[in-house]
């Protein structure tokens, strides 16, 4: 029979690949893995948008075949945290002097009175053909919706929309400035949900007062129980010690048995708390079976800013969390805003800045890192079955120039491939130098010495 794509000699590792039984495009299983922990080349099948062969070697034809010469298949990497809404906007009105998540607000505020829909969406999707380019196909974006227009939430709607074909898109209805932080917010959040949003955000570090900020977490577990939607927050996103929302997000998520629903987002503070507080809620938080979102780059920029020397990293706790069992995913969170003017939606980038920000530099640890922009991501999102390379599964993979997770990491490899549904979406030649051979050593003309 004749596939309409056929991979001919990749690496494919087990822990990208999950448990992918050797099937045959004829059905045919032998109810065994077809991958240990080692890579294995092999040729991977795709008919329509789904992977029908996984093997060895494929006995078939295909209308279009790539040959990897041995380069890594890896399920698509996951943007897990990101705002569309402000993306490509660093500058205007102003740039941030202070680097501060404050002042990024109050700027935010500024630029977000003359925002337009098409504005969002013109934005919007620059930086997702950005992340595309470079294997993002799945993204979790917040909304800011406490504007009564609802512009940005409204933009990135229609935005999912567009690009739905080649990226899944998730929008959460995000309070920027608090679901109490005016009279209008909190029917605003639920309207957004009415028109689509697919989670309920939230920011209780940034409500007027702690029982503020206690209220907002427990209306938003509501609407997200009334709408049946996932739950993101923004959770003690700060230097101080003494915020301590997550303890009430881990108390709330037991108490609805919502837990894999449910992410905390940042958790900056978590990385200054005590170590006896620490300790305790790492006690608690396996059994909320939250997820955690870190955003390396932007953690590090925005915090710390207030210390003199030491000065504190600004990350949350993302090893013990892992060596706890605790799924945690990564996320730029900002590209080019008034909150993080850098950033070139390479998830690579953020990956390997929390190798270095985390302390997680063996082998096992940096491989976790990859996880965390992966499957960790996958999971994160809510994706099951979904997500990933095996027989059946959606066709959506991407193809490195490495042979390991590591390598990709080390080099930041080029993204050579992506396969989106089932189709070609992106392909990049990775650079290439070449000496000039009359400015290198000559065999004869070193002095011994």
């Keep these: 029979m004749a596939l309409d794509l056929i991979l001919r000699r990749g690496q494919l590792h087990e822990r ?7 099937r045959d495009a004829s059905g045919d299983a032998s109810g065994e893995r077809l991958h240990d922990q080692e890579a294995h080349w092999v040729d991977i099948g795709i008919d329509g948008n789904r992977i029908v062969a996984i093997a060895p070697h494929l006995d078939l034809t295909a209308t279009h075949e790539i040959a990897l010469q041995g380069r890594w298949v890896s399920p698509p990497l996951v943007e897990s945290h990101i705002h569309l809404d ?65 512009t940005a939430l409204k933009g990135l709607l229609a935005v999912r929309e567009q690009v739905r074909d080649w990226l899944t898109l998730q929008v959460v209805a995000f309070p920027q400035d608090g679901v109490y932080g005016d009279a209008q917010t909190e029917a605003q959040m639920e309207e957004a949900l009415r028109l689509g949003a697919d989670v309920v955000g939230g920011i209780p ?43 009430v997000v881990a108390a709330l998520a037991l108490r609805t048995g919502l837990g894999s629903r449910v992410t905390a987002s940042h958790t900056t503070a978590f990385g200054s708390y005590n170590n006896a507080y620490a300790l305790k809620l790492m006690g608690i938080l396996p059994r909320a079976n939250l997820n955690f979102i870190a955003n390396p780059l932007i953690n590090l920029t925005l915090q710390g800013r207030t ?22 995913s990564l996320g730029h969170d900002c590209i080019q805003d ?12 953020v990956a390997q800045m929390a190798i270095h920000a985390c302390q997680m530099t063996g082998l096992a640890e940096i491989e976790a890192c990859y996880d965390m922009i992966t499957v960790n991501g996958a999971r994160t999102l809510h994706l099951g079955d979904t997500y990933g390379i095996a027989i059946g599964k959606p066709a959506n993979l991407i193809v490195l120039d490495a042979d390991s997770p590591y390598e990709a990491l080390r080099r930041r490899a080029t993204v050579t491939h992506v396969i989106a549904q089932g189709k070609l979406l992106v392909e990049t030649h990775p650079p290439r130098s070449q000496w000039n051979p009359a400015m290198l050593p000559q065999p004869g003309n070193v002095c011994d010495t």
């Excluded at 503020?212 to 993101?232: H, N």
């Design 338 to 349: 008034p909150w993080y003017s850098l950033g070139t939606g390479n998830m690579l980038d």
């Design 16 to 22: 990208a690949a999950g448990a992918a039984a050797s």
């Design 307 to 328: 210390d003199t020397y030491p000065k504190r990293r600004g990350l949350t706790r993302v090893k013990e969390l892992w060596q706890h069992g605790l799924n945690v």
């Design 205 to 247: 570090h940034y409500e007027l007062t702690r029982e503020d900020g206690v209220r907002s977490l427990q209306r938003i577990f509501d609407l997200a129980q009334t709408y049946d939607r996932l739950i993101d927050i923004h959770c003690d996103e700060m230097d101080d010690e003494q915020s301590r929302f997550l303890e």
């Design 86 to 150: 402000s993306v490509l906007t660093a500058g205007e009105p102003r740039w941030n002097q202070s680097g501060t998540l404050f002042e990024g607000i109050e700027i935010w505020r500024e630029r977000k009175q003359r925002l337009t829909q098409a504005d969002v969406e013109a934005r919007a999707i620059a930086a997702l053909k950005l992340m595309a380019a470079q294997g993002v196909l799945f993204v979790r974006s917040h909304a800011d919706v406490s504007e009564p227009s609802l």
